[in-house]
């Protein structure tokens, strides 16, 4: 059965530094989305994307994130200068169009 | 935006009977209710999804009610096993705008435990 997957499954870095997480969605699918959870939190909407454009962003998707599709496969989502705020774990998901929406296993981003 | 509450937070269950999970939602415009299953360390696993056009669902052991005019659905989980275990996440979207695409709003999730 296909699944979303994600890489790396744990990243540690410095407050200031870059991270770049990565997602494959289904091949098929259409819309593609990053959630993030913070630790014994609930999954909160960061961004939609579709025909290689942001759809909505939530409030947390400020100036230091963005997003992209820079192949056919791949999804990134990039974290411009972490804070300590950021750590979290981050879910990709993907979505053929038909509302259901399948989810990664998750990258667990810690900032020291 | 949406507002999604779920209850309860935890839940144990003696393994074999039934367990039920309720959440609300405040925009009527919703109209998909998936329920997610998420073990320790892992991504949310869809189990169950209902749409607005229907009261009820199920699936095996699983089944999902929606009361569109109170604006709530349940979860129920019967003759439960050790391996459900698990926490338990509800959500509702938001109707996709001309993109067609459809965040979800996620409750803030129950954690069952099954008693052997």
């Known amino acids: 059965e296909p699944e979303v997957t994600q890489t790396p499954s744990h990243q540690v870095t410095q407050m200031g530094q870059e991270v770049i997480l990565r997602c494959v969605p289904i091949?098929?699918?259409?819309?593609f989305y990053w959630y993030r959870q913070i630790l014994g939190q609930k999954v909160e909407f960061l961004v939609s994307?579709?025909?290689?454009?942001?759809?909505?962003k939530s409030e947390i998707f400020d100036d230091q994130f963005s997003v992209e599709r820079p192949d056919g496969s791949n999804f990134t989502l990039k974290i411009r200068s972490t804070k300590l705020e950021d750590s979290a774990m981050y879910f990709c998901?993907?979505?053929?169009?038909?509302?259901?929406?399948?989810f990664g296993p998750g990258t667990r981003l810690t900032v020291l | 935006g949406e507002n999604v509450e779920q209850h309860p937070s935890t839940l144990s269950v003696q393994e074999g009977d039934s367990a039920v999970i309720k959440c609300t939602y405040s925009?009527?415009?919703?109209?998909?209710f998936p329920w997610y299953k998420q073990e320790l360390g892992k991504g949310p696993q869809l189990i169950i999804d209902?749409?607005?056009?229907?009261g009820e669902k199920k699936d095996q052991r699983i089944a999902v009610t929606l009361n569109k005019t109170a604006k709530h659905f349940s979860l129920h989980i019967t003759e439960t096993q050790p391996e459900d275990s698990a926490v338990y996440f509800c959500a509702a979207n938001l109707p996709g705008d001309s993109f067609g695409n459809e965040k979800l709003t996620f409750g803030t999730g129950t954690r069952l435990t099954i008693i052997p």
């Open positions: 925009d009527s415009a919703s109209n998909y």
């Open positions: 209902i749409r607005s056009n229907v």
């Open positions: 998901a993907s979505e053929q169009g038909t509302d259901t929406q399948y």
């Open positions: 994307f579709y025909n290689n454009e942001i759809s909505e």
């Open positions: 091949s098929n699918h259409l819309y």
